[in-house]
């Protein structure tokens, strides 16, 4: 069993910055790919940006260059630093991990970037 626990979500003015964490516990014996996905309100879910095993990033176009995803292997932690957040990023934020090809999601964190 592996759990996925998410903080770091909130409310924040536009321009301003958040850092998102997700810390795997439990059955983890190597975790593949890690990633953050996100869902506003009566729209998809989409891939924000994800983190291969060997430090290689994909972002959407969207947020490339204003969010940045990092892990810590030893902490089993993905983070995902977002600056200069604009009105459009609000969403509920889902961190995923793929754990011997299974995936893994978080419950996730409410983003919401408002003046």
């Known amino acids: 069993q592996v759990q996925l626990v998410e903080s770091g979500g909130g409310l924040v003015q536009p321009g301003g910055s958040l850092r998102l964490s997700c810390a795997a516990s439990?059955?983890?014996?190597?975790?593949?790919?890690m990633g953050w996905y996100r869902q506003a309100p009566g729209k998809q879910r989409e891939l924000v940006a994800f983190?291969?095993?060997?430090?290689?990033?994909n972002y959407a176009d969207s947020v490339r260059g204003r969010f940045f995803i990092s892990r810590d292997n030893a902490k089993n932690t993905v983070y995902l630093q977002m600056n200069s957040l604009k009105p459009a990023d609000t969403a509920v934020y889902y961190c995923?991990?793929?754990?011997?090809?299974?995936?893994?999601w978080g419950q996730g964190t409410q983003v919401t970037v408002s003046s």
């Open positions: 983190i291969t095993s060997g430090g290689s990033t």
């Open positions: 439990g059955s983890i014996f190597s975790i593949n790919a």
């Open positions: 995923y991990n793929l754990i011997l090809g299974t995936g893994y």
